[in-house]
């Protein structure tokens, strides 16, 4: 028997419930993970909302992310005893995801734990962190390097822009974040900010298609209002990685930072990525964000606290990263 928080639907509505479930219940796969910690991504938020279209059938257990421990396995790669990440590959989603003591899935969708990681540690990073820095090496292969200017981190406090700012920071680049939250200050300075600005500066249309040359780079868990709002402020040959939605879908728009200015705009997946480019981001992580900075942005949380996490994420009230504790 295992512990889940188990999601159902009626009438177009999704409730939950801890429930003990028999371990036949889980669905089919190679790898069967006592996992010991989750996390709380905006994804999640949407699962847990049953808001997204992104669950097709119920009974369902969310969580996009988990890190445990192998206790059965029929893949070549993993044994009983190896500690394992996985993120991503619509796990939480069409699959069952972390929000339990134990997950069956399938072994090529994991990531051996980095050596002098914790599951915990790796949980505080979890989509978000492992996205933000996808982000930061998609700036760098277009040539971003610290000595162009400032780059610029929007959503700030939130998962994604938390760890981005203490990535880059780490690297030497001076980060401007981009907040709605002006209590927030202290907390995104703690993680290596040199300035933080209110997001609503940045999402003023200027309706000019070309505003003064101010970003070197742009790291973007926004979306909509802002990013096309970024666009035009971006240096010559600047990119803006562009990951997320949180302030909306619709980008409106002109080519000309792109055909005058040469702008880039970087789309940064993290669910698909394979999995030579997965294991590089976790080497990297372990390298280059401080993990001091990583603990100062963990809030630990029960199973049971997610329904209302779950609603204060969509809210952007989260502050850095919720980490599950499963035991
Ligand atoms: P969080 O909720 O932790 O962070 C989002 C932040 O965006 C908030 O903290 C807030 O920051 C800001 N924000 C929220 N609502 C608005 C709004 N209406 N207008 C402007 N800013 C807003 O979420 P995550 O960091 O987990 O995810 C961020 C985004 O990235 C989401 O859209 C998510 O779906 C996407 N994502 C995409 C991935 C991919 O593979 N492409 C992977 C992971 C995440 P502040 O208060 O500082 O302004």
């Known amino acids: 028997m295992f512990k889940a928080l188990l999601l159902q639907e009626k009438d177009g509505k999704v409730t939950s419930a801890i429930e003990d479930l028999p371990d036949d219940r889980l669905p089919p796969g190679d790898v069967l993970i006592r996992v010991h910690n989750s996390t709380l991504n905006y994804k999640d938020g949407l699962v847990l ?34 500690q394992v990440i996985l993120t991503g590959w619509r796990v939480g989603e069409v699959h069952w995801g972390g929000y339990a003591e134990k997950a069956r899935v399938k072994g090529e969708w994991l990531v051996p734990l980095p050596h002098g990681l914790s599951t915990e540690r790796a949980m ?17 292969e277009h040539g971003l390097r610290p000595d162009h200017g400032d780059v610029l981190v929007t959503g700030a406090a939130g998962g ?37 600005i209110d997001r609503a500066t940045i999402a003023a249309p200027s309706g000019k298609p070309l505003e003064s040359e101010r970003w070197a780079g742009a790291v973007d868990s926004v979306g909509g209002a802002t990013l096309a709002a970024i666009l ?5 040959k600047a990119a803006v990685a562009a990951c997320g939605l949180a302030g909306g879908t619709k980008l409106e728009t002109t080519v000309i930072p792109f055909i005058i200015r040469g702008v880039a705009l970087l789309g940064v997946d993290s669910v698909m990525a394979p999995l030579m480019r997965r294991k590089v981001a976790w080497a990297r992580l372990t390298k280059d964000l401080p ?15 997610l329904p209302a996490l779950g609603k204060a994420i969509l809210d952007g009230k989260v502050r850095g990263r919720v980490v599950v504790d499963l035991g």
């Open 49 to 82: 909302n049953g808001l997204g279209k992104l669950v097709k059938t119920y009974p369902h257990v969310g969580g996009v992310d988990l890190a445990g421990t192998v206790l059965e396995s029929q893949h070549a790669d993993y044994k009983a005893g190896d």
């Open 124 to 140: 505080a990073i979890g989509t978000a962190g492992f996205t933000a820095m996808l982000c930061v090496m998609a700036l760098e």
């Open 160 to 196: 994604v822009g938390s760890v981005a700012t203490a990535i880059l920071a780490r690297l030497g680049y001076r980060v401007v974040c981009s907040s709605g939250r002006a209590d927030q200050a202290d907390y995104l300075k703690s993680l290596g900010a040199a300035e933080v």
């Open 232 to 236: 035009p402020q971006m240096k010559y």
């Open 291 to 305: 993990m001091d900075k990583l603990d100062a942005m963990i809030h630990r949380a029960k199973l049971e606290e």
